[in-house]
């Protein structure tokens, strides 16, 4: 391997793990041995599963493990679902999970398909006359589906395929720029190889239809690019809950009355102001992706997709609505949602895969609806606290309990940091302080 | 345990994580055994390290994992490293990489942060004469920095703190709304756990300043939330790469005036066409949340930051801009990315803490810089394929391998595969009929 300065190298990829692992710990860290071992550590002892993990990626050395947990008692259209969820934030699974119970004796969750309409792109320049183009359009289309029929078969039997081709004239915004609007539906996979592999071909025929036809004078088109988009708005999902305000119960320090009114409050605020939608989306999304990563679906899709529609009508704003009219108070949202329940690492990834079991076995449409009930449920309870007893109370526990479980701290001194943290501020210093101190006197008195 | 429904469960997180697995395992599955074996089998041996991992979230049963790479040869701001990247998608590492080596001899990337100011509101309601708040804003901002001095004490040391309080009128948009907008600086730390402290205690002592105040004859203010925006244009670092266009050298069937052209015109359609926009910036953000999961940061709150900058302007647009001036080829991206290297998990989960080692402890400014520069990186080089082969190539290449590997395909069954998968299109089931029939002739013939 030649190497250009002490911290790069040719050839790395082409290396083994273990001769990666080597040139990282000695290039990268003092501790050479300690860190080896450490990356080492978390590597699967089933030498074919591991193989397998490895190759979803690249350059890969180790593993990265994130706490894999559940939220029951979710209710859906009327199913009881175990949702799983993978996330490193804390507070996520224990908040949906309050969420999801509160709603269990409410009626649970509706979720209701709107359109399953995924969307890809041909952008193509061309210096033509765009009428001539425009009226061999029904001619070219139907080159284009001969031309892609054998990458389609399969998905037309299983009920899917191309829906619909635009062309869409933008030399408006950009000279000499058009665009293939396609929608496809792709059934209970995510779609994206098999869209990407229809539209690259749709590229080579588009420019090979134009280079040959005796109507279009103009032969020279440059395909730019040609690739699915993740912005589906009419892969769309509205998921709802709704109570009586009287059956909503009691809350921290506030009757159903006041809470469903500041309630209403923040979602309008999380409506107009863009700042504090951010941070209320974001809200969302931690529900949303944790379900999305225990799928093994693609949750930067997922993002895009979503914060792009919350910005459709020219400001960036709350995905949930809620509204209170007759004593009742109804809390829903409509998002855009490209998952996949076959396809992927759906069946690579052997968790992803008991995932999957432990919703039994959902169409994507299903998981379109449980994936969005989990983001609401978050949203709820995330507004729930902040308009009740704030988060902060919470999140701390929490971070203290993590603390506590880093530093080793024994039953005796988690009970007496608990004690003493209910009135004092929390921070990793403040803790170990807490707890140098404890252990010093502890010394002294043995 | 009270069970209201064969699916549902009462007291679920009081049960031991054992019992959790025993009875989801019993009410979601058929092979009960099977999979109790299946979610212990990731459970790290080292029982204190499984535990710091379970108390990272609620719930939890298993640990899901993640292949853990690096991209090597980042050169930013004359320095080079070896970034860790987590992530499930295939070619999202071998792209950052390749795009890495690329730039290594151009000059690398250029990071410059623009400033690192974090945001937190104050929302609430009043019904009173905004003069008189407006006239004692002077006090109450003295006696809300007072009042948390305790919070901040530890930040100030490290050169942070508080840095702004506006009080905004709010009540064209919402009746008797307004809001305190607060800036902070938290140096090395995200600062979501202080900037959350202080903004309840803001909420506390403003209630208590107006309910006490003689010259405020409206005491009661409603507090409706309090909490940190993840939006944070002022957090802002700004990534670039350039080269003359003769330097660029040859590129798969053009030459490098060609390529800057199509690469120039794609950036452009990504800033005007928000469902390429939204599928662009997707694809920076693979690069971006890898090294944020790998650094144990959030990337939910950096993925909504990101996207509702994208939309700040009232359309949804490419993160990243391309110039060609006087035969050199510019590439740039401004974006908001709060970021931690102290606090939070960043040293509680073992395998970011090596990876903010391999960084070489970069304080957050510099680690803003390398995910900005990592985010560019990936962008650079999807577009690069989209523009030249198209990324289809690469990724069912990717995938061939995945599916093979999971079919346990042998050495010489990989080989007739990737022959045979060269001109034919690849999906799991072609795949699979193909070893399939490939094995059933080896039978025949043995």
Chains 1, 2 share one sequence.
């Not at 709603?103 to 309409?117: C, L, M, Q």
């Not at 009586?244 to 006041?258: H, R, Y």
């Not at 169409?363 to 704030?390: H, K, P, Y």
């Not at 608990?418 to 404890?438: M, N, Q």
């Amino acid at each position: 391997m030649e190497q250009k300065n002490s911290k790069s190298i040719s050839g790395f990829s082409k290396l083994s793990k273990d001769e990666k692992i080597q040139w990282i710990a000695q290039h990268f860290y003092e501790n050479t041995d300690e860190v080896t071992k450490d990356l080492k550590r978390f590597w699967q002892a089933d030498e074919d599963l591991q193989k397998t993990i490895d190759g979803f990626s690249e350059n890969t050395i180790s593993n990265f493990i994130f706490p894999f947990g559940v939220a029951p008692n979710f209710v859906i259209n009327g199913e009881t679902y175990c949702v799983p969820m993978v996330i490193e934030e804390s507070s996520v699974v224990a908040a949906a999970s309050s969420a999801a119970k509160f709603w269990f004796n409410r009626g649970g969750f509706k979720a209701e398909i709107i359109d399953t309409v995924k969307i890809g792109q041909v952008h193509f320049t061309w210096k033509g006359d765009f009428e001539q183009l425009q009226s061999h359009f029904p001619a070219i289309q139907q080159q284009l589906l001969d031309d892609t029929s054998h990458i389609t078969a399969n998905m037309r039997k299983r009920g899917g395929g191309v829906l619909k081709i635009e062309l869409l004239n933008m030399t408006d915004s950009e000279p000499d720029y058009y665009q293939l609007r396609v929608s496809f539906e792709t059934c209970d996979s995510m779609g994206a190889n098999f869209i990407n592999s229809v539209l690259e071909e749709f590229g080579r025929s588009l420019k090979h239809f134009i280079a040959n036809c005796n109507g279009i004078e103009e032969k020279d088109c440059t395909i730019i690019m040609a690739i699915l988009s993740n912005y589906t708005p009419d892969c769309l999902v509205r998921v709802s809950v709704e109570s009586k305000i009287e059956d909503l119960g009691q809350f921290p320090g506030m009757d159903a009355v006041t809470f469903a009114q500041k309630f209403h409050k923040a979602i309008r605020i999380a409506t107009i102001d863009p700042y504090r939608a951010t941070t209320h989306n974001k809200g969302i999304f931690n529900g949303i992706d944790a379900v999305v990563l225990a799928t093994a679906n693609d949750f930067r899709a997922i993002e895009a997709n979503g914060h792009t529609y919350a910005a459709r009508d020219g400001q960036y704003r709350s995905l949930s609505s809620c509204s209170i009219e007759d004593g009742t108070f109804r809390f829903w949202m409509d998002i855009p949602l490209t998952v996949g329940t076959v396809g992927g690492l759906t069946k690579l990834h052997p968790l992803a895969k008991r995932s999957l079991e432990m919703l039994g076995h959902p169409s994507a449409r299903e998981l379109m609806g449980i994936i969005a009930a989990v983001g609401l449920a978050q949203n709820f309870a995330a507004v729930r606290s902040l308009v009740t007893t704030g988060i902060q109370k919470g999140h701390m526990k929490m971070h203290l309990m993590n603390v506590l479980n880093h530093l080793s701290a024994n039953e005796e001194e988690i009970e007496a940091a608990t004690i003493h943290f209910e009135c004092h501020h929390i921070s990793f210093s403040s803790v170990r302080d807490f707890l140098d101190a404890k252990r010093k006197e502890k010394v002294l008195h043995s």
